[in-house]
Nanobody, 115 residues
Framework: QVQLVESGGGLVQAGGSLRLSCAAS????????MGWYRQAPGKQRELVAR???????NYADSVKGRFTISRDNAKNTVYLQMNSLNPEDTAVYYC?????????WGQGTQVTVSS
C-alpha cells in the first residue's frame, strides 16, 4: 500500500507556472509507474503525464512542451512542473501510483488558471 499527498495547486493567471508535488508514504523506487491525472468539471479523468522508475516519460498531447514530470526517489516525491498554463488546464490534479495490479490515488489538488 501507499498513501499519496499532493500539494502545490492554486490560482494562477494564464501564462503562469505552478509546480505540483506528490509525496508518497513509502519508498517509491520499486513503484514502476507514477503519474499525474486531472479531472475538469463535467469531464472524465485524463492522463497528464507518467514516469517510470527508469525515468521514461509520456505526456498527453495537450501538455507536451509545457509540462515536465520528474521523480526524486530519495525524497519519495513526484513533481509536475507546469508552464505556460492556460484556462483549459483548470482541473483537480491527482497523483497516481501503480503497484503491481493496484492503483493508488491522492486526494487531489485544485489548479485554477484565470484568463
Amino acid at each position: 500500500q501507499v498513501q499519496l499527498v499532493e500539494s502545490g495547486g492554486g490560482l494562477v493567471q494564464a501564462g503562469g507556472s505552478l509546480r505540483l508535488s506528490c509525496a508518497a508514504s513509502r519508498n517509491i523506487f520499486s513503484i514502476y509507474v507514477m503519474g499525474w491525472y486531472r479531472q475538469a468539471p463535467g469531464k472524465q479523468r485524463e492522463l497528464v503525464a507518467r514516469i517510470t522508475n527508469g525515468g521514461r516519460t509520456n505526456y498527453a498531447d495537450s501538455v507536451k512542451g509545457r509540462f515536465t514530470i520528474s521523480r526524486d526517489n530519495a525524497k519519495n516525491t513526484v513533481y509536475l512542473q507546469m508552464n505556460s498554463l492556460n484556462p483549459e488546464d483548470t482541473a483537480v490534479y491527482y497523483c497516481n501510483a501503480q503497484v503491481l495490479s493496484d492503483n493508488y490515488w491522492g486526494q487531489g489538488t485544485q489548479v485554477t488558471v484565470s484568463s
